[in-house]
């Protein structure tokens, strides 16, 4: 199986700064693609940012132009850089992997909280 280690999540103000980190490991996997979701209270989880192992990108349009999702292949690691961060990003984000044959993997949620 594949764990899924998250980092990076904490508190900020309002337009401020956060890295998201995740690391992949196990063994007899090869990825498909990696990126992030959230959730908030009383709300869906959502996608944010995805790469794929092609490296195309796909964002949420409410985080398009302030979010930066980027890769490490040889480190299995999909980072988020989130910038001019609002309070309405504030969520738990979780780290998202799918594999060459389609099994879908989570990590355990990292909060981001964004002052006012």
């Known amino acids: 199986q594949v764990q899924l280690v998250e980092s990076g999540g904490g508190l900020v103000q309002a337009g401020g700064s956060l890295r998201l980190s995740c690391a992949a490991s196990?063994?007899?996997?090869?990825?498909?693609?990696m990126g992030w979701y959230r959730q908030a209270p009383g709300k869906q989880r959502e996608l944010v940012a995805a790469?794929?192992?092609?490296?195309?990108?796909n964002y949420a349009d409410s985080v398009k132009g302030r979010f930066t999702v980027s890769r490490d292949n040889a480190k299995n690691t999909v980072y988020l850089q989130m910038n001019s961060l609002k309070p309405e990003d504030t969520a738990v984000y979780y780290c998202?992997?799918?594999?060459?044959?389609?099994?879908?993997?989570w990590g355990q949620g990292t909060q981001v909280t964004v002052s006012s």
């Open positions: 998202n992997l799918r594999t060459s044959r389609f099994v879908i993997y």
């Open positions: 196990g063994r007899g996997f090869s990825i498909a693609a």
């Open positions: 790469v794929t192992g092609g490296g195309i990108t």
